[in-house]
């Protein structure tokens, strides 16, 4: 049974940091790129980042680009997004999906809901002062 575990959100001031982690079951993680995503109140779920599970290629949304890294833990099937730099418009809940793409991220469509299909239930982010 594919699962997905996000952990790690929180209430953190604007300029804050967090590290969010997505602990995997019940596949082998060697064989799945995976995105992280967020939604915001009243907003659309967005891609934020994906890393591929074969040469460790990453993909950002411009919004976050020098603030978030994304990185992984075969050993730990754990998949993790450092969160620096933090600002009030990064509030929101932020999902963890294991891509349909197989290993790779899809460089154009790494953002994309409709390229992943398992997720997890969401840890929750409120950057505010």
């Known amino acids: 049974q594919v699962q997905l575990v996000e952990s790690g959100g929180g209430l953190v001031q604007p300029g804050g940091s967090l590290r969010l982690s997505c602990a995997t079951s019940?596949?082998?993680?060697?064989?799945?790129?995976i995105g992280w995503f967020r939604q915001a109140p009243g907003k659309e779920r967005e891609g934020v980042s994906c890393i591929s599970m074969t040469d460790r290629s990453t993909y950002y949304t411009d919004s976050v680009k020098g603030r978030f890294t994304i990185s992984r833990d075969n050993a730990k099937n754990t998949v993790y997004l450092q969160m620096n730099s933090l600002k009030p418009e990064d509030t929101a809940v932020y999902y963890c999906a294991t891509a349909r793409t197989g290993p790779y991220c899809s460089p154009s469509y790494y953002d994309s809901e409709r390229l992943y299909d398992s997720w997890g239930q969401g840890t929750q982010v409120t950057v505010s002062s």
């Open positions: 019940g596949f082998n993680l060697d064989y799945y790129a």
